[in-house]
């Protein structure tokens, strides 16, 4: 049956995956919310905005009287909560907006969102719920494999680990990550959570490490690796969460926590020779990319690794990755270099790759 659901943050890098997902892939009728901050792109949605089951809303999810009335004219089945500012370097500079769009903007939605539900019909009442997208960030950091003895299995991140995080917009992720959490226990709002692992591919906004690296390195400009680029993170492919995201929306259990991991542990230090050594094949040059890589001050406060155990949704929902690391990479790569319209909009725009997060 047909759902109506609601995605904030649609514009966004895994809102737009989800939203393309659902235009493309569903029968879902999508109801895209997003303030077009810096990283919002609506040329991310081209091929669907046509659609006659796509509609979108500019509006800041701060301001409940806006998102008031986008509940009420579009009715929304389900919400699916993606709007945040997430990028750890900007945090470190300017914490406040993190603090206003993840936490402040949180409960605002959370409240009118109990509102709404507060006066649907039963059934519809029944059936509504309320998907908070969050980090594996929210945990803080795992042991490193140099800081355990050889042989030791390595832990992972489950639904169960405590939070503990290290920056500001872990922090506040994992402060809208309770908020959701207490308005189901105290008010009965259906809601659940789900905490990714790093996303890379397409649409992709270059201040992140990925798409920073192929665009530097196709401009020959340096590749930036924190301190010795050994800090580890599981890759997942934003197309393979934003599956994973919308099966958890409409089959996923109420209260319930879902880790979504990639199963791609890689040291950030890899994943850059893997984009310089694809480079070389597809787009060679006279000297091999690999030559730019350059080590620079670490971010402070860096947790050096993540690494999410995705058995509970795979046993319960069924979801696997489809992409290796290295298919993702590898389409990735391309991507970029197939999209230059969409990513020099970027570079002409709001970011020109320029170093974030050093805390001074």
């Given at each position: 049956?047909?759902?109506?659901?609601?995605?904030?943050?649609?514009?966004?890098?895994?809102?737009?995956?989800?939203?393309?997902?659902?235009?493309?892939?569903?029968?879902?009728?999508?109801?895209?919310?997003?303030?077009?901050?810096?990283?919002?792109?609506?040329?991310?949605?081209?091929?669907?905005?046509?659609?006659?089951?796509?509609?979108?809303?500019?509006?800041?999810?701060?301001?409940?009287?806006?998102?008031?009335?986008?509940?009420?004219?579009?009715?929304?089945?389900?919400?699916?909560?993606?709007?945040?500012?997430?990028?750890?370097?900007?945090?470190?500079?300017?914490?406040?907006?993190?603090?206003?769009?993840?936490?402040?903007?949180?409960?605002?939605?959370?409240?009118?969102?109990?509102?709404?539900?507060?006066?649907?019909?039963?059934?519809?009442?029944?059936?509504?719920?309320?998907?908070?997208?969050?980090?594996?960030?929210?945990?803080?950091?795992?042991?490193?494999?140099?800081?355990?003895?050889?042989?030791?299995?390595?832990?992972?991140?489950?639904?169960?680990?405590?939070?503990?995080?290290s920056s500001p917009y872990s922090a506040s992720k994992a402060s809208s990550?309770?908020?959701?959490?207490?308005?189901?226990?105290?008010?009965?709002?259906?809601?659940?959570?789900?905490?990714?692992?790093?996303?890379?591919?397409?649409?992709?906004?270059?201040?992140?490490?990925?798409?920073?690296?192929?665009?530097?390195?196709?401009?020959?400009?340096?590749?930036?690796?924190?301190?010795?680029?050994?800090?580890?993170?599981?890759?997942?492919?934003?197309?393979?969460?934003?599956?994973?995201?919308?099966?958890?929306?409409?089959?996923?259990?109420?209260?319930?926590?879902?880790?979504?991991?990639?199963?791609?542990?890689?040291?950030?230090?890899?994943?850059?020779?893997?984009?310089?050594?694809?480079?070389?094949?597809?787009?060679?040059?006279?000297?091999?990319?690999?030559?730019?890589?350059?080590?620079?001050?670490?971010?402070?406060?860096?947790?050096?690794?993540?690494?999410?155990?995705?058995?509970?949704?795979?046993?319960?929902?069924?979801?696997?990755?489809?992409?290796?690391?290295?298919?993702?990479?590898?389409?990735?790569?391309?991507?970029?270099?197939?999209?230059?319209?969409?990513?020099?909009?970027?570079?002409?725009?709001?970011?020109?790759?320029?170093?974030?997060?050093?805390?001074?």
């Amino acid at each position: 049956m047909s759902k109506t659901i609601l995605v904030t943050g649609g514009a966004g890098f895994i809102g737009s995956a989800v939203v393309r997902h659902l235009v493309n892939d569903t029968a879902h009728r999508v109801v895209n919310v997003d303030k077009l901050t810096y990283a919002g792109n609506l040329e991310s949605l081209v091929d669907v905005a046509d659609n006659d089951r796509y509609s979108f809303e500019k509006v800041d999810i701060c301001d409940a009287i806006e998102v008031k009335r986008v509940f009420e004219q579009h009715q929304p089945d389900i919400i699916m909560h993606l709007a945040a500012e997430s990028h750890v370097d900007r945090s470190i500079d300017g914490p406040g907006e993190f603090i206003q769009t993840n936490v402040v903007g949180t409960y605002t939605l959370l409240e009118q969102a109990r509102a709404y539900w507060s006066n649907l019909e039963d059934m519809k009442k029944q059936s509504f719920k309320f998907h908070h997208i969050s980090t594996d960030e929210v945990y803080g950091d795992l042991p490193h494999p140099d800081e355990v003895e050889a042989g030791s299995e390595l832990p992972l991140f489950t639904e169960t680990t405590p939070y503990a995080p290290s920056s500001p917009y872990s922090a506040s992720k994992a402060s809208s990550d309770q908020l959701v959490r207490s308005w189901l226990r105290t008010y009965g709002l259906p809601t659940l959570v789900t905490n990714c692992s790093n996303n890379y591919g397409p649409y992709h906004f270059p201040e992140k490490l990925i798409p920073l690296v192929i665009l530097n390195a196709l401009a020959g400009k340096p590749l930036p690796v924190y301190g010795k680029g050994n800090q580890i993170r599981d890759w997942l492919y934003v197309e393979d969460h934003a599956r994973a995201l919308v099966l958890v929306a409409l089959e996923g259990k109420v209260g319930e926590t879902y880790n979504i991991g990639g199963h791609n542990e890689k040291q950030n230090i890899e994943v850059v020779q893997t984009i310089c050594t694809i480079l070389d094949e597809v787009k060679p040059k006279s000297a091999p990319y690999a030559d730019q890589i350059t080590f620079v001050q670490d971010r402070p406060g860096h947790d050096m690794r993540y690494a999410i155990d995705a058995s509970k949704i795979q046993k319960e929902l069924g979801w696997t990755p489809q992409e290796t690391f290295e298919s993702g990479i590898r389409k990735t790569v391309e991507w970029y270099l197939n999209n230059q319209s969409w990513w020099q909009a970027v570079l002409d725009g709001s970011y020109q790759g320029e170093r974030l997060g050093t805390g001074h």
